[in-house]
């Protein structure tokens, strides 16, 4: 079982910075593939960004490669996404997930659909105003 807390968020105004956590807790996580998602309004919820625990090897989103950095804090069981530029197209409910890597590629599709991470934090809400 993993347990996740996200905190941060709020708002923003465009072109700015924020950083949202996610502090995990559990009893396993050499395996584990830690990543935040997002659903914008209305919209489906998309993949952010990933970043494998046992060796910090990182995937981002197009949409956000150059503005957004994954890391995490092996000390803390914290995951954070460090968020820079953001633009009003940002603005959603962003979601901590976790999933245990069984021997999936890391580099393939697996890891970047929802449905292949089995917790998930309660999400937290970004908002980027024009």
């Known amino acids: 079982q993993v347990h996740l807390v996200e905190s941060g968020g709020g708002l923003v105004q465009a072109g700015g910075s924020l950083r949202i956590s996610c502090v995990a807790s559990g009893d396993r996580f050499d395996d584990l593939i830690m990543a935040w998602f997002r659903q914008p309004p209305g919209k489906e919820r998309e993949f952010v960004a990933a970043?494998?625990?046992?060796?910090?090897?990182?995937r981002y989103a197009d949409s956000v490669k150059g503005r957004f950095t994954i890391s995490r804090d092996n000390a803390k069981n914290t995951v954070s996404l460090q968020m820079n530029s953001l633009e009003p197209e940002d603005t959603a409910v962003y979601y901590c997930a976790a999933a245990i890597q069984r021997g999936q590629y890391w580099g393939g599709r697996y890891f970047l659909r929802q449905t292949s991470y089995t917790y998930w934090g309660q999400g937290t809400q970004v908002t980027v105003s024009t």
């Open positions: 970043i494998r625990w046992i060796d910090g090897s990182i």
